[in-house]
């Protein structure tokens, strides 16, 4: 069975702090994507990162870090220098081979000026 | 390029009646999800409708029910509803069916059930 864990149910931090968002997963498929969505109050789930289980290179994308660990069933997402508009609830997914998507439980981000 | 979008935003409705929730895909997309998002929940896959069939389907009851067209926009359709029905209701879609084909989401329909 596909199972996505996010621990952190909120956390908080102020403006220009790096804050790192764990992800746990759990599957028996040996090909399966990862994913990383941002839910700004308007409700409407914005895609960040897609991760296939082949490729366990760290990306970087502006202030935005993900770091894939195979050996740990872990996707964690590092937020550096966090300005208040990162403020959101984030959500890691994994997808099985039908695309049917598993979302964690999400984690909400509180970033203070 | 035009997303996802959903309608209507906001519905109340009565325990016992039923409800249809509608979504237009974005543009080049062929496949639609259906995903529940109870308050302070991670999304739960309802179904997907690929080529106008479902093609997939989650843990939820007969009576969650759906439709694609042949525009590819679709339907939901709850009946008999329940107060546990109480939720953001989120459509998405993709490309192509296929695991590596990120989700597009629209805004989300948030359906009270009183």
């Known amino acids: 069975a596909q199972k996505v864990t996010q621990a952190q149910t909120e956390i908080s931090v102020v403006e220009k702090e790096d804050v790192t968002l764990d992800c746990v997963y759990e599957?028996?498929?040996?090909?399966?994507?990862l994913f990383w969505y941002k839910q700004p109050p308007s409700g409407e789930l914005v895609f960040l990162i897609r991760?296939?289980?082949?490729?366990?290179q760290n990306e970087i994308s502006g202030r935005y870090s993900w770091n894939f660990q195979k050996s740990t069933s872990s996707f964690n997402f590092t937020i550096t220098a966090s300005q208040v508009v990162d403020s959101a609830v984030y959500f890691c997914?994994?997808?099985?081979?039908?695309?049917?998507?598993?979302f964690g439980s999400g984690t909400k981000l509180n970033v203070k000026p | 390029e035009t997303g996802v979008t959903q309608s209507p935003t906001h519905l109340i409705k009565t325990r016992g009646q039923q409800v249809t929730l509608r979504c237009s895909s974005q543009?080049?997309?062929?496949?639609v999800s259906w995903y529940q998002q109870a308050l302070g929940q991670g999304p739960q896959f309802i179904f997907q409708?690929?080529?106008?069939?479902?093609?997939g389907r989650g843990n939820f009851p007969p009576r969650f029910s759906g439709l694609q067209f042949p525009n590819y926009s679709s339907e939901l359709n709850v009946n008999a509803l329940e107060l546990d029905d109480s939720a953001l209701y989120l459509c998405?879609?993709?490309?192509?069916?296929?695991?590596?084909?990120?989700?597009?989401f629209g805004n989300g329909t948030r359906l009270t059930v009183t």
């Open positions: 543009s080049g997309h062929n496949t």
């Open positions: 998405a879609s993709s490309s192509f069916q296929g695991y590596n084909s990120p989700l597009h």
């Open positions: 997914a994994l997808s099985d081979n039908f695309n049917k998507f598993y």
């Open positions: 991760r296939n289980s082949f490729d366990e």
């Open positions: 409708y690929y080529r106008e069939e479902e093609n």
């Open positions: 599957t028996r498929d040996t090909t399966y994507y």
